[in-house]
C-alpha cells in the first residue's frame, strides 16, 4: 500500500525496507528532515518489476532516471534535501567499495540489533 502524500510534487523517490526497524527510523528522520518534501518514501515492495532484484537494500530514483544503490542511495537521498545533508556528498571521497561493505556489513546484521519486524512509519506524509 503506498504511502498517501501531502505533496504531490516529489522530485525523488526512496524505497526502503518496511520489515526493519532501523530502515523506519531513518525513513521518519527522513521525512522530518525533508521539509519541503520532495522525497516521496515507499517501502520496497512497491519496487517497479525491473528493480525486483534488490529487495535487501535502499534505492533512491532521482527524476524517474537515475537509480542509486546502497550506500550512493543514502548519500543522493540526503544531498537531495539540501541545506547542511549537502555535506554528505564529501562521503564520496571513501572509495565505493569500502562504503558500500559497510553498508552492507549493517544491513546484514541490521535485525539482529534491531528486534522488532515491522514498519512504525505513520500512513501519511505530514
Known amino acids: ?9 516529489h522530485k525523488y523517490t526512496l524505497y526502503y525496507d518496511a520489515h526493519c526497524l532501523l530502515c523506519s527510523k531513518a525513513m521518519q528522520f527522513i521525512r522530518k528532515i525533508d521539509s519541503q518534501r520532495r522525497i516521496l518514501i515507499l517501502p520496497n515492495t512497491q519496487l517497479p518489476a525491473n528493480y525486483s532484484f534488490v529487495k535487501e537494500t535502499v534505492v533512491f530514483v532521482a527524476d524517474n532516471r537515475s537509480v542509486y544503490y546502497f550506500s550512493t542511495a543514502v548519500i543522493q537521498c540526503l544531498s537531495a534535501i539540501g541545506g547542511v545533508y549537502k555535506f ?5 571521497c571513501i572509495p565505493k567499495f569500502m562504503r558500500d561493505a559497510l553498508y552492507k556489513l549493517v544491513a546484514r546484521n541490521r535485525k ?3 528486534k522488532y519486524s515491522t514498519c512504525s512509519l505513520p500512513l501519511k506524509n505530514k
Open 88 to 92: 554528505a556528498l564529501i562521503a564520496y
Open 1 to 9: 500500500m503506498p504511502i498517501p502524500l501531502v505533496n504531490n510534487n
Open 112 to 114: 539482529r540489533f534491531f
